[in-house]
């Protein structure tokens, strides 16, 4: 009878040492997939304020589209740098802006923008971004 009982408790303390590695190694699968969806969002966030700033770049070199032939802009705030140029010759106008987002991972994002404007009507013939 001593000799079932002893033999129970060895499964037991196997059992459980065998749950304890499963559920260690499961909690270390939980934080690998945790740190990487982390550093994917931080890379996805840095990509977007690239562009916006990009963007925004641009709008404020086009600001000057119809009062001026030619524009250089910088700003810069706490999430980045924005450039924009703008040059316009006749009906033909270009702009193009570049937007640099400080942070953890940082990104970079280039916007140009190329039409013509026919009195008070702007029309953009094409417009590329690039992240």
């Known amino acids: 009878m001593a000799n079932k009982r002893s033999s129970d408790r060895g499964f037991v303390l196997a059992a459980a040492l065998i749950i304890a590695v499963l ?3 499961l909690m270390e699968l939980l934080l690998l997939d945790s740190s990487r969806a982390l550093q994917e969002a931080q890379q ?3 990509r977007v304020i690239a562009a916006t700033l990009a963007e ?3 709008e404020l070199a086009a600001m000057q589209l119809v009062t001026n032939s030619s524009a250089n ?4 705030d706490s999430q980045g740098t924005m450039t924009g140029t703008m040059t316009h010759t006749g009906n033909e106008f270009d702009i193009t802006g570049d ?4 942070g953890v991972p940082p990104a970079h994002a280039h916007v140009t923008l190329k039409g013509a404007v026919f009195g008070n009507r702007v029309q953009i013939d094409f417009a ?3 992240p």
């Open 99 to 102: 937007g640099d987002a400080t």
């Open 23 to 25: 559920y260690f190694a």
């Open 128 to 130: 590329t971004h690039v």
């Open 44 to 46: 996805y966030r840095s």
């Open 73 to 76: 802009v910088n700003a810069q």
């Open 56 to 58: 925004s770049g641009a």
